[in-house]
């Protein structure tokens, strides 16, 4: 079966995240490639040059489909060095 995966956000503002069990495995397998020197992906509509595609119809008639989406990969020395904003515990 051809993956399916579909991001939206819903009228309360959740995002959900679609997945049929191609596309679980296509992203699982997107995200373990993640590393040091392939630190991010790219989710694009269908027909254009990204990593992973998503689909543009909603689950829900009031659902707002995501149709562009980058996951990156950050080593915490990284962010510690370039965004140690991000490394404080503290919840804002």
């Known amino acids: ?20 069990p191609a596309g679980r495995d296509l992203l699982v397998r997107k995200l373990q490639g993640l590393s040091e020197t392939n630190d991010h992906i790219h989710l694009t509509p ?18 707002q489909v995501i149709q562009w989406a980058k996951f990156l990969f950050r080593p915490d020395e990284w ?3 370039y965004f140690p904003h991000v490394m404080d515990s503290k919840v804002r």
Do not use: C
């Open 1 to 20: 079966m051809k993956p399916r995966i579909t991001i939206s956000q819903t009228k309360d503002g959740d995002l959900q995240v679609w997945l049929n």
């Open 46 to 63: 269908a027909g254009l040059d990204g990593d992973v595609e998503v689909q543009s119809r909603a689950y829900h008639e009031d659902d």
């Open 79 to 81: 962010d510690t060095r």
